[in-house]
């Protein structure tokens, strides 16, 4: 499938269009935007990877860095159904070709942007932007903001015209809310090798349960190991075949920095420092007879412990971000804690699935997960009940939901909108002028809502993830440590669980919705893969 830039500029400009004062809107509309230009390590010439910046991407399809863009619209047109594409690409310098791979040729690039109405290199793009403003006197510019989150363009460039950065960011930002279809289908692919990345993990810690991971004679001794020989016992070695995983693939870059959080480590939520060991059980009495067993990981016992893994790759540019939380220790099972935990965090997932579809307010999901968390905080003794012994009707669902004490256990929003950024479209996900908060739903106390990436009613075609999560981190609780709702003693019995999260990518559907993530989360395949009962 071709990338469709055409169809991406036309959303733009219409979104765009729509945004402007009336008087503005039928004259022509012209962008000019830079692609990204290769990073370099700090005082070296080692190139960092490249990554194209996202709304570039959005409009063009292209990689190639160091390139422009320039784009005119009109209303009422020929230019409303065919705009004008031209890129600007840089041209092959002979040091390239030794040093690096070099950029297209004009024919080449023509021919993989078989949407653009002209190709060049960017020493013409000034004359392009003065023949344009010449043809089109009345015509408005747009640029996106001049801050370090774009890149820039030069002062020569932009004196020519004197564009505005009022109108472009917002209406990319609205248009790439809703997704193409053609975009669908990358983010489907994401999702699809996230996936399997996740089970190889899950594989490789049920192999080792299953005493499946042999080390040959003289392995890490005589020769390093080999990638049948691996063991993962650190967040690092977790995060490394994932991201391997994903590599063989094909996929070029990581949405985000993956988490990959052992033991309590996995109540803090954007934790990506992955350095630390899994929990390992204390010495027995007798290990020290084992000789050099222990240097060689044959005798370690792991402490019984969850491991949080919150990574996705890109496809094309295109996200994906999954979360799975998974035994380590205790032969690959969950304690009953951690289990108990588990199953309520699945529970929150699949209340939030059943009610997805068009128009429904995001505002309702996250109410549904907190009402769930309540309810089965009140099943397992953590929340008191009214019937609680010395308890009454302020334990009531209502009467704690409207407390706000369940945020210090699940303190962020249920998901974001999800495409050419993880956390995509921040604008238009959560306006800052928003008139669709409140609106036949009684959301309760402010503080559930707080971090909440997204605030809108859903429309088809939109992706989302939904990421319901139970943490006991000692932050969130020294809040509520004299909450009356709280029972303090079995809450202790739980605090060791760390976090627990589950995150799927979902699609919004007509009427309904669609999980594009393809990894199981059954509390029963889970602890099968990892027991290597499966």
């Known amino acids: 499938m071709a990338f469709p830039c055409r169809l991406h500029v036309l959303k733009t400009f219409e979104k765009l269009v729509e945004l402007l004062p009336a008087a ?32 570039f991407y959005y409009l063009s399809g292209c990689t190639v860095p160091g390139s422009y863009l320039l784009l005119v619209y009109q209303s009422g047109t020929s230019l409303s159904s065919a705009p004008a594409i031209e890129l600007f690409i840089p041209e092959a310098e002979p040091a390239d070709l030794m040093w690096s791979v070099p950029p297209p040729s004009l024919a ?44 820039g363009l030069a002062g020569d ?19 790439r809310l809703v997704k193409t279809e053609y975009e669908v289908t990358q983010i489907r692919k994401a999702n699809e090798i996230s996936s399997r990345a996740h089970e190889v993990v899950m594989r490789m810690l049920g192999r080792a349960v299953k005493g499946l991971i042999q080390r040959e004679p003289g392995a890490a001794i005589e020769r390093p190991l080999l990638p049948s020989e691996w063991l993962i016992e650190k967040e690092a070695e977790g995060e490394a075949v994932f991201v391997a995983s994903c590599r063989r693939e094909g996929s070029d870059h990581q949405a985000y920095l993956p988490i990959v959080a ?25 290990d020290h007879h084992n000789s050099h067993s222990l240097v060689d990981g044959q005798s370690k016992v792991l402490k019984p412990q969850v491991l949080l893994i919150d990574a996705g790759c890109e496809w094309t540019c295109y996200a994906s971000d999954i979360t ?41 999901v996250q109410l549904v997960c907190h009402r769930t968390l309540i309810k089965g905080f009140q099943k397992l003794g953590i929340f008191l009940s009214p019937n609680s012994p010395g308890s009454g009707s302020w334990n ?112 919004i559907t007509t009427g309904s919705c669609e999980n594009l993530t393809t990894v199981g989360k059954e509390t029963n395949w889970i602890e099968g893969v990892c027991s290597g009962e499966l």
């Open 157 to 175: 460039l932009t004196k020519l015209v004197a564009p505005s950065d009022a109108y472009l960011l917002p209406a990319l930002h609205r248009a």
């Open 396 to 507: 009531s669902e209502e009467a704690i939901l409207a407390s706000g004490v369940s945020a210090a256990f699940f303190p962020h929003g249920v998901g974001h909108s999800l495409g050419l950024d993880v956390h995509d479209v921040p604008s238009a996900s959560k306006p800052a002028t928003n008139d669709t908060i409140g609106k036949g739903l009684e959301l309760g106390c402010p503080d559930l809502y707080t971090y909440l990436r997204l605030r809108l009613p859903l429309e088809e075609n939109m992706v989302v993830t939904v990421e319901p999560g139970i943490y006991f981190h000692p932050h969130l609780l020294s809040p509520v440590r004299a909450s009356r709702h709280i029972d303090h003693e079995v809450l202790k019995r739980y605090e060791s669980v760390g976090g627990v999260r589950i995150e799927d990518v979902i699609l």
């Open 108 to 151: 080449a690039a023509a021919e993989t942007h078989a949407e653009a109405t002209r190709v060049a290199h960017p020493p013409t793009l000034a004359a392009a932007i003065l023949s344009f403003a010449k043809a089109l006197p009345d015509a408005l510019f747009h640029t996106l903001p001049a801050r370090a989150l774009f890149p």
């Open 324 to 364: 799975r939380t998974m035994p380590v220790g205790n032969g690959g099972k969950f304690t009953p804690e951690a289990r108990a935990i588990y199953d309520l965090v699945l529970e929150m997932q699949k209340a939030s699935l059943e009610i997805i579809k068009p128009g429904l307010h995001w505002d309702a």
């Open 24 to 55: 503005e809107q039928a004259k022509p509309q012209i962008a000019l935007l830079a692609g990204a230009v290769t990073p370099y390590r700090n005082d070296t010439d080692r190139e960092l990877p490249f990554r194209q910046e996202s709304n």
């Open 262 to 286: 052992a033991s309590t480590r996995a109540a803090t939520l954007h934790y990506c420092c992955n350095d630390k060991e899994f929990a390992w059980g204390p010495v027995k009495p007798h």
